[in-house]
């Protein structure tokens, strides 16, 4: 293992139900994400993303296999540590925006501090500060509801952004969107989020934000079949 | 978190006040229907803690309650002056005579005598006249009740005539009774003006009222009162709570009102849970949205407590508002006078309320705790 490494994989499976239902949805998945990359896990519906980016981000636990996010690992993590460690490391941009309704984008976005224990004003005059470098500063106020699909999306990046994360999770973070707006959020995500200390990992479908990749991973039914490296990385270039 | 836990409930307007409502209304009938319950109760001995000279009740053996006596000889009376520790004891009689006013209206009422001699037994909330008129001869008390009823829209003065079992009678006093279950005018008259309203009978009198002797207490001079006559001896407040026993297990009341209490905490639960429960279904995803950020499950079970306890207080707070404001409305309705929200009803539904809520939210709280937060991950 090398200090380059932010996410090992290896030989991680995953399977559900018992008995006559089982269902093994990861058969032994090999995978590095590294530290100041952006990569992108990319297969049908159904080869098992989801659920690996589930296990990486510590929601499931693997039924067997090694895996070590940020140095940590997570089959010795005792639950509890797991949910501290999520809240201290991790960063999540999901499909559906997943904010809360009831909250203005501020309040939204500064959520991981609140439940960090941070005090309200503090952190909501921080998140919108970031709200701002996102180009959000005039609807921080705004509830998510009052936004468009492309803003919820910025929005959601800063909260996965707002308690510099090492490591960012993100679920179809464009399948929502126009291929403008999309094209739009992942470059935000791209000059935002990828620093040498941190690394992203996006599953998508949407071969039109292949070239903010600069790894993609291929999956099919449960393993990771290639991994291709489509440009030089801030890791490679250091 | 409380913040976000806040905003959340109450960002959801409709459910918000669905909630509130729920609790509010639950929170009303419960305390309502059991200070009515209370009061209703309490109206059983109302002739008994209107008689605020004696403090001791010897009656025969047998009674069960206020409104059913056995006359008892008037030999009783010198049996009980002459037990040691007994102050004074006078003759005390309860009948239900017929009144009727000069127009032809009539009613039954209710007779209580007080003692010849010393006025002792007299009601004490005098709004016009004097108890000393009660010396005169066919004179008689009666209460605002009765007034109202045998001399409607007039205003409260003595001199008043009507008929009571055919005898002509005059008021020389109106007063404030504490209301009689039965709901019956209430009168009062000398012992022997009484039994003459009434209709001579062998055995009249209903109870002996008796003062123990200063320095003795009152359950000393009913023990001796038992063992010197066979008689059976209480104090007022004893004899009160005998009757309302009484009512308690020989009617239907407080299954009546039991079922309306049960039933305003069966539907408070159901509603406020069910409510809760869709509240909180519809709010999973966030829910998990927040666990897969790193939230804790306690953080999040303190989070839906936190809401089930601020709908509980808010919802309580009006319930509870509704119902004193009824009694206060209608405390000066002569048909609803004495019937109040006592403070352990309050209290008593505000523990009713958290059992409530704690119930409601219990489903929402299991339905959360197992929550996957992967399942932010499926679209």
């Known amino acids: 293992m090398t200090q380059s490494e932010a996410v090992i994989c290896h030989k991680i499976t995953k399977e559900f139900g018992a008995a006559d239902n089982r269902n093994l949805v990861l058969r032994g998945v090999d995978l590095k994400v590294h ?22 981000a510590g929601l499931l636990n693997a039924t067997g296999g090694e895996l070590e996010v940020l140095g940590r ?29 009831a909250l203005t984008a501020a309040e939204n976005a500064a959520v991981p501090l609140l439940a960090g224990g941070m005090r309200r004003n503090h952190a909501v005059e921080r998140a919108g500060e970031l709200l701002a470098s996102l180009g959000l500063e005039q609807r921080r106020h705004a509830r998510p509801a009052q936004l468009s699909g492309g803003q919820q999306q910025r929005v959601a990046l800063a909260r996965a952004l707002i308690h510099s994360p090492r490591l960012i999770v993100c679920d179809e973070p464009t399948s929502a969107l126009d291929h403008e707006t999309g094209h739009a959020v992942m ?22 934000v292949f070239e903010f990749a600069d790894r993609i991973a291929y999956m099919e039914d449960g393993v990771i079949t290639r991994v291709e490296v489509t440009k030089k990385s801030i890791a490679a270039v250091s | 978190m409380n913040f976000v836990a806040l905003q959340m409930l109450l960002g959801d307007r409709a459910k918000y006040i669905g909630l509130v409502m729920a609790v509010a209304f639950s929170t009303f009938l419960m305390s309502h229907q059991s200070s009515i319950f209370s009061g209703v109760m309490n109206r059983t001995r109302s002739q008994i803690q209107d008689v605020q000279d004696a403090s001791i009740w010897v009656m025969d053996p047998k009674t069960q309650y206020f409104d059913e006596v056995k006359a008892l000889n008037d030999n009783v009376l010198y049996r009980v002056r002459g037990v040691p520790g007994v102050e004074w004891a006078v003759p005390m009689y309860k009948g239900l005579p017929t009144a009727r006013a000069i127009n032809g209206d009539f009613r ?44 409607p829209n007039q205003p409260l003065s003595t001199g008043k005539a009507f008929e009571m079992n055919d005898h002509r009678v005059k008021v020389v006093g109106i007063f404030e009774s504490s209301a009689p279950f039965t709901n019956f005018p209430v009168f009062y008259a000398r012992y022997s003006n009484a039994i003459r309203y009434q209709g001579r009978e062998r055995n009249m009198m209903s109870f002996v009222l008796v003062k123990a002797h200063p320095g003795l207490s009152d359950e000393e001079v009913c023990r001796r009162i038992r063992a010197s006559t066979g008689l059976t001896a209480r104090t007022d407040l004893d004899f009160g709570w005998q009757t309302i026993d009484y009512y308690i297990a020989h009617t239907g009341i407080p299954i009546n009102f039991g079922i309306t209490i049960a039933i305003a ?51 309580y707070s009006i319930g509870i508002t509704m119902t004193a404001a009824f009694f206060e409305i209608t405390k000066n309705n002569i048909d609803l006078r004495g019937f109040f929200l006592p403070w352990q009803i309050a209290t008593g539904t505000a523990v009713a309320v958290l059992i409530i809520i ?10 959360v705790l197992v929550l996957e937060p992967a399942i932010v991950f499926r679209g």
């Open chain 1, 73 to 101: 690992d997570m089959s010795r993590l005792p639950k509890g540590d797991a949910v501290v460690f999520r809240r201290r490391n991790l960063g999540f941009v999901f499909q559906q925006y997943n904010l809360l309704p």
């Open chain 2, 108 to 151: 039954t009422v209710l007779l209580m005598s007080v003692d010849d001699n010393s006025l002792a037994g007299a009601p004490r909330r005098l709004l016009a006249g004097d108890i000393a008129d009660l010396r005169q001869p066919d004179s008689v008390l009666m209460d605002r009740a009765a007034y109202s009823f045998f001399f």
């Open chain 2, 265 to 315: 905490l069966l539907v408070g639960t159901l509603v406020a849970g069910q409510t809760f429960y869709i509240f909180t279904l519809e709010n999973l995803k966030q829910f998990g949205a927040l666990k897969a950020i790193g939230v804790t499950n306690w953080r999040i079970m303190g989070m839906i407590l936190l809401q089930a306890l601020l709908v509980a207080a808010v919802g």
């Open chain 1, 187 to 208: 470059e935000l995500l791209k000059r935002m989020a990828v620093r040498e200390d941190r690394a992203v990992i996006v599953v998508t479908h949407d071969a039109r």
């Open chain 1, 35 to 56: 530290y100041g990359e952006l990569t992108l896990l990319v297969g049908p519906s159904g080869c098992g993303k989801t659920t690996l980016i589930s296990v990486i």
């Open chain 2, 358 to 367: 704690v119930l409601a939210s219990a489903m929402s709280i299991r339905r």
